[in-house]
């Protein structure tokens, strides 16, 4: 990776940024509630090019990545980070192996959509943002500048990054009173939760710390998407920053308790790493 005038003034710009974020809600490091956290697998796409999540992989390198959103239950609170996909244009185009709906994936923990109190949002990308909208009581969380700078007025997208439907759906919900809008870095949303941006996977991405019974954990989602990338401090191949992202996950082994906390987006190896329970669910312990 060439590293250039613009990487470092963006990370220059990152650094200024951490240091400066004004927290939107009152709140403090990860003191508060304890909770358990798994992560969900609601499908699979195949034969996926690996060059397209870690730069420099060889060309004809592909394997299939887990579709995932995370859990984290704590008594009188089930948050979900990030929400899946439903609308049929993904399906059709995707075509995902092994596929559940993300509300009724939950069930294998015993969860209805209805459970659900709010959603982390990590990034308006279809794969994690489209699902929203099947839980009818949670209150979604996403950064302020995420939520600007890709939803323009009367909820019509103003970039292409995110789809036209789910950028609708989001302005209703903030339109209801059901969005809150997170103003920075390192803001404890909800007790025991910690929002961290810099992962620039998209303009203003964010990652959760989350206390648990087992230390901090670190739900990455596309801020790192292979455990490769961590491993080999290697960039995720779509970021708007590549000295940022690395500088994220950096950090997230400083916020973390152990590094094999830190929970890559679409690894199927989670599954491998933390095997029970089983069934495409993964407790991360």
């Known amino acids: 990776m ?46 996926f090019p ?9 060309s004809a390198r592909r394997m ?12 009188g609170r089930i948050v979900l980070v990030d929400a899946g996909f439903y609308r049929d244009r993904f399906m ?19 969860v209805a959509p209805g459970d659900i109190t709010d959603i982390i949002v990590s990034h ?31 909820g019509a997208p103003a970039h292409p990054g995110i789809d036209s439907a789910d950028a609708a759906v989001l302005a209703s919900l903030q339109a209801q009173g059901r969005v809150s809008l997170v103003n920075g870095d390192s803001v404890e949303v909800i007790p025991g939760i910690t929002l961290y941006t810099g992962g620039r996977h998209t303009f203003a991405s964010q990652f959760a710390g989350v206390r648990t019974t087992a230390g ?28 940022s992202n690395l500088a994220a996950q950096d950090r997230m082994r400083r916020i973390t308790s152990s590094p094999r906390l830190i ?6 190896l989670v599954f491998e790493r933390f095997p029970t329970p089983g069934r495409g669910v993964a407790k991360i312990e």
Not at 50 to 57: F, S
Not at 92 to 110: C, H, I, K, T
Not at 263 to 268: F, K, L, M, N, S
């Open 2 to 47: 060439r590293i250039g005038p613009r990487h470092i003034v963006g990370f220059l710009a990152l650094a200024a940024g951490c240091r400066s974020a004004a927290p939107a809600v009152p709140g403090g490091s990860m003191g508060g509630e304890s909770y358990d956290a798994y992560a969900i697998r609601y499908g699979t796409i195949r034969d």
């Open 50 to 58: 690996v060059r397209r999540l870690a730069p420099g992989a060889d």
């Open 64 to 75: 299939d990545i887990a579709m995932m959103v995370w859990l984290l239950r704590a008594p």
């Open 92 to 110: 059709r185009r995707w075509q995902p192996a092994d596929y559940v709906r993300p509300d009724s994936a939950l069930a294998r923990l015993g």
């Open 124 to 154: 308006v990308h279809w794969d994690h943002m489209d699902g929203i909208d099947l839980f009818p009581r949670a209150r979604v969380w996403i950064q302020r500048e995420e939520y600007d700078y890709y939803v323009g007025p009367g």
């Open 216 to 243: 901090t954990v670190v739900i990455a989602s596309d801020n790192l998407y292979l455990y490769e990338n961590l491993d080999r401090h290697r960039p995720i191949a779509q970021t708007f920053d590549s000295l």
């Open 263 to 268: 929970i890559p987006g679409h690894d199927p």
